[in-house]
Structures are given as C-alpha cells and as structure tokens.
C-alpha cells in the first residue's frame, strides 16, 4: 500500500465520487482547477519524480486511489483513463500545447499479436479525462497549478483514422523496421520516442539483428491543439466528439471502406497527366491573371473536391499537422523554387528545451502531401499534373534537420538574428534560411525584448529535388 491517509480511501462507497460513473469522475475532478495538489496532499505523503509521475499523485492525492501496475484504464470500472498535459504561454499570453499526449510504451513483440479493439491503446486511451496543467521547468509536482479538464470521448470518425495510423506502425513492425518509425508515418496517432539519448535500445521481433528505440503511442501535437480549441471556444469542459463539417475532407462512411491517404490520392486520378489550364477549367478556378499560387489553387480544388477553402487548413489536416505542397518541375528536371514554410518564432526557438519539443520537429516530422507538375516541353510552361504522393521526411534528413535547428537556436540566443549567420541555399544543406519576400519589411520580438526582420524556415530548392527523384526510384520498384 501507498502512503495513507486512513489508507487511502479504498471502499467505493466512502469515495467522493462514483468510481464506476465518468461523469460522476469528471464532475468531481473540476474542484482541482485553479488548484494545486499541495492544497490537497497530507503530512507523510512522498512525492513522486520523473515522466508519467504527476498522474499517479493526482490519482493518490485528490482521486484517493492506489497506484497500481493494472494494463488497463485508471478508472477501469468506468471505462477512463487518466492522463495530465501540460500547457504553456505564448508570448501573446494565450495556451499553448506544450507535447504530444503520451498514451502507452509500444512493446514491439507483444503488440504485434494485438487487434486494434484489443490494444492496451483501444482499451484504455478511447475515453480520457484529461486534465491541462501549467507546466513550469523544475518545479515540484505538487506546486503545478490544474487550469482545464475535459472528458474526451474520441469520436468515431478520429478512431477510424487512427485504426488506421494503428495498423500503418504494426505492419511496419512486421516488416523488421521498427527502427524506421517515424512519427510522420501516420495522421494522429504517432510512434513517438521515449527516453533520453544513450537509453538502451529494445528487441524488435522480426528483425532480432537491429534493436530499436524505445517508442509510445501518443496522440500528436497537433491533434492535441483542437482538443485544447475545443475547451477554449466552448466555455465549458464537456464530452466532445463534435465534428465540424463544414471543414471536412472525408465523411465518416468514406473512412469505413478506405483510408484517408486512399481517399485523397483517388480525387487527383482523373486529373493525372492533364494541362493544368485544362483542370482550372473543368474546377471552375479562375487563373486568368496568372496568379503566383495558381498550382496550389488547382490542387486544393481538387483534394477539397468542394468540401473547404484551403485544405491545409480542413479538421484532418489540422488535426494531423498535415501539410500540402506543390512542385514545379521543369522538363529537364530541374527544380528551380526552394520550399518556405512558416516564419521562425525567435522566442519560442529560444525558450524551446530540446529538439523535439520544438515547432520546427513538429514541423519537418509531420507528413506532407507533395503535389508536382511537371513541363511538357522546354521553356512552354506546358506543365501537367504528374505525380501525387505523401511524403515524410527521413530519419537521416530528420537528423541533419536538428543540426539546422541547433545552428538557428544558438543564433538566438546570441542575438545573430541577420543573413550572415544564417545557413544559405548556396551551401547545400538540404535546408537554408531567408525571407519569404525579397523586402521583408515586418519584424518579429526577440527573446532580449527587442525586434528583428522576419525570417523564414526553408527546403534547399537541390533538397526539392532529392524528394521528387527518391519518389521517381519507389515508383519504379513498384
């Protein structure tokens, strides 16, 4: 038994709630918002240290129950699990999501003989109270201040999606690459890694020669967010499995009989090979003055097939973290326009701990749905639609991504934010940094309170390149 207080309270009947009613659970945990568990916690009790260790003092301090080793859900007679995020400020003062949602370890000779319906994740993860914490660096547990709690039912159409991202991370697995797993493998269930550098490494089953890094189950970041939109922009903690379908890509009867990747990539084979004027035409987009985004007008046309304005900005791409670019590729093969992506935020690079916490891993981690038009002939800009596919980045790239990353961080915090220290295109570092206008006129604040010229994350245009010739060589070995 745990530290007591009369033993813990551990006869259902003398708890403050009902143990075996989520409702009754949720309702009862709404008293530690605002609150600490310090308010809460009596002489004797030993706090508890390290990842996953916050949860168990909220169920021994304020849900008065037990720490147990049990596979299954917390409030298992409810049907509930327990899980403690935390949150951070922007420097707008708004919350922010500071990690994925850790759910369960992978063992990778066990979960490859577990259905979905049967997963530790099914089981215990498809009902959450999740309660949103302010996090603070080093701080005692018992001294980080509860802000939100919200009973999340994953709704139906979310579990369709990640039934899928499921069986995507088992069959690699099967394959003996559970060493290649990456978190841009799947929409919003990742494959995330646990641990520190240097930690010892797992036995996979079906490639006993290559161990692999420990890895969890987690909800992404980016999935994370709309349930954290969801409590700010409803006023209240309730269920959620509302979905907003003015904004969706995919219904959920669709999602029953094919995937979402299967379902997308569907959409642009009647347009495969076609004159890009000619698609504009028959979508109905008006490229008449030859506006600079007219491929990603078209190939948002298609994707969105009616359904939204922009897809990037769709419930499954939010959710997802997922990204849609166009490529131009001239017929000798040559790539001439790098990639931009979003401007960096010189405050949270600096404030940001490690590498994986970053918005740029989240970023360059995540999939991409890579839409290329190719020329038909020299100099024409006869370009046709000519290849759709999705794309993550390689866990080599991945690496040298953090170098890139590092290199922008100490930067910051030295206050080199200017062209000189940046990494250029002319390099060749796969990556590079730059404005995304040639006059950048905006500024963004600086971790030392001051302002610097904007600028922006880019894909080397050679990088561009490399993509579209490793898709060229998968093509071919299909």
């Avoid at 890509?249 to 669709?254: E, K, R, W, Y």
């Avoid at 997308?264 to 076609?274: A, D, T």
């Avoid at 894909?459 to 070995?477: A, G, M, P, S, T």
Wanted: some cysteine; glycine content about 4%.
């Amino acid at each position: 038994m745990v530290e007591t207080k009369a033993n813990m309270t551990t006869l259902h009947s003398t708890l403050p709630y009902d143990i075996t009613n989520a409702n009754s659970i949720y309702e009862f945990s709404k008293g530690l918002l605002g609150k600490t568990l310090r308010d809460y916690v009596w002489d004797g009790y030993k706090v508890k240290k390290g990842k996953g260790s916050l949860g168990q003092m909220v169920e021994n301090i304020y849900f008065l129950l037990e720490t147990n080793n049990y596979a299954g859900a917390d409030f298992s007679e409810a049907g509930m699990e327990l899980k403690c995020t935390p949150l951070k400020k922007s420097k707008q003062n708004e919350y922010l999501i500071k990690e994925r949602l850790s759910c369960n370890m992978i063992n990778y000779c066990d979960v490859v003989n577990e259905d979905f319906e049967h997963s530790h994740f099914y089981l215990k993860c498809q009902l959450m109270l999740l309660l949103f914490y302010m996090y603070q660096k080093d701080c005692n547990n018992l001294d980080l201040k509860f802000i939100f709690s919200v009973l999340w039912k994953l709704p139906e159409k979310d579990l369709l999606i990640i039934r899928h991202d499921y069986d995507i991370i088992i069959e690699k697995i099967k394959r003996g690459k559970a060493h290649e797993l990456s978190e841009g493998d799947t929409m919003y269930l990742g494959a995330c890694r646990k641990g520190q550098k240097g930690d010892s490494l797992m036995k996979q089953p079906y490639n006993p020669d290559v161990d692999a890094p420990r890895r969890g189950f987690s909800l992404k970041m980016a999935y994370m967010r709309t349930v954290l939109d969801y409590v700010l922009k409803s006023g209240k903690n309730a269920v959620s499995n509302v979905i907003n379908a003015k904004s969706e890509l995919v219904n959920i009867n669709a999602l029953r009989t094919q995937s979402f990747d299967e379902i997308v990539l569907n959409r642009f084979e009647p347009y495969m090979k076609i004159p890009y004027e000619r698609i504009a035409k028959l979508k109905g987009i008006d490229i008449s003055n030859n506006p600079k985004n007219k491929f990603a007008m078209i190939a948002n046309a298609i994707v969105a097939s009616g359904k939204c304005s922009n897809v990037n900005r769709s419930e499954e791409f939010i959710k997802a973290g997922l990204t849609m670019k166009t490529i131009r590729i001239q017929a000798s093969g040559v790539i001439k326009e790098a990639m931009s992506f979003e401007n960096i935020d010189y405050i949270e690079v600096a404030e940001c701990e490690e590498w994986i916490e970053s918005r740029l891993y989240e970023l360059y981690s995540s999939r991409f749905l890579m839409v290329t038009f190719k020329e038909q002939t020299s100099g024409q800009e006869d370009y046709v639609l000519d290849d759709v596919f999705f794309w993550t980045m390689p866990q080599k790239d991945l690496k040298w991504a953090e170098v890139y990353w590092k290199h922008i961080w100490d930067n910051i915090l030295h206050g080199h934010i200017s062209e000189e220290y940046w990494w250029k295109g002319a390099d060749k570092k796969k990556f590079h940094v730059r404005p995304k206008a040639q006059k950048a006129k905006n500024l963004a604040p600086t971790p030392d309170g001051k302002w610097a010229k904007k600028f922006c994350y880019w894909f080397n245009n050679d990088y561009v390149r490399e993509i579209v010739d490793c898709r060229k060589k998968e093509l071919k070995h299909v």
